[in-house]
């Protein structure tokens, strides 16, 4: 008979997760009855965005899930030491590290402040890389071990790389960093695949950076994305890592839409898989 709630018991650390994708990934996670350690700075409401990692905690314990909220930041390495630790000594392990926690400037190169262009490489990149690493001896102990990075397929084109040189340097290392652990780890399986999504997503960083009411219209819901995720957890780990992979509508008739439908498929450097809004 079909499990028809895979993750329930499963333990996943994420960094971020006080809102957006994160937090929705997180939802349908703690659905099921997972348990959802969150690795995120955000202690005390922000002025401009909703959510802190207290009220993303008590949404998902309203979920079904359990909760463990670590106020931390990706950027420190005992930060990210003690995130791990702490997770595996509230729920016994770890069985999916979820790369959530990203920084976005679209600024072009001479307008990017190099201040801003080192906390994307130390968010995006070296984040990714030190919570999958510090994550990974305890990875190795679960039956289904996942490492998912939210970041998009590899694609150096003019259209898409010098767009914003800065930014997409950072994603397409969040890309590196999760293919090269495929790769690495294969044999010990553990499972790593990148996760983007086709179309916008309605975030408060879409509002706030790309074009506020007029992109949010025309933004998808962070649902489809926590659905595409959840198909990708939820996945034999030995049989399916090192893809890069789109968030993807395979169900759409009608003008009405089954979130239910959205699935992750294997992506390809294409420029038709990147929103055309990172391209205005």
Do not use: C
């Not at 659905?31 to 002025?47: M, Q, R």
């Not at 802190?52 to 030491?81: F, K, N, S, W, Y």
């Not at 983007?196 to 790309?210: D, E, F, G, K």
């Amino acid at each position: 008979m079909t499990d028809t709630k895979p993750l329930a018991g499963k333990t996943i650390l994420m960094s971020g997760g006080s809102r957006g994708i994160g937090l929705a990934i997180a939802l349908r996670a703690a659905a099921d009855g997972a348990n959802v350690a969150l690795l995120a700075k955000t202690d005390t409401p922000h002025p401009k965005l909703e959510g802190t990692i207290h009220t993303a905690a008590e949404q998902i314990r309203a979920a079904g899930g359990r909760a463990l909220p670590i106020v931390g930041d990706v950027r420190e390495d005992d930060d990210i030491t003690e995130a791990v630790l702490k997770t595996q000594g509230e729920f016994g392990g770890i069985d999916a590290v979820i790369n959530n926690a990203s920084v976005i400037d679209l600024s072009g190169s001479l307008d990017l402040p190099a201040k801003k262009y080192d906390l994307m490489q130390d968010v995006n990149v070296r984040g990714t890389f030190l919570l999958s690493r510090a994550a990974i001896p305890i990875l190795k102990d679960s039956p289904n071990p996942h490492i998912l990075s939210l970041s998009p397929p590899l694609n150096p084109t003019p259209r898409w790389l010098g767009a914003h040189t800065g930014y997409s340097l950072a994603k397409f290392g969040m890309t590196m960093v999760t293919l090269g652990l495929a790769a690495e780890f294969a044999e010990a399986g553990i499972a790593a695949n990148t996760l983007w999504p086709r179309t916008t997503i309605a975030t408060a960083a879409v509002q706030n950076l790309l074009g506020g009411d007029r992109v949010m219209a025309a933004s998808r819901t962070p649902e489809i994305y926590a659905d595409a995720a959840y198909a990708v957890l939820t996945k034999p780990a030995l049989e399916y890592t090192g893809q890069s992979l789109i968030v993807e509508d395979v169900l759409e008739a009608d003008g009405v839409t089954d979130f239910s439908a959205y699935a992750a498929v294997p992506g390809t450097p294409d420029d038709r898989l990147y929103p055309d809004i990172f391209l205005d």
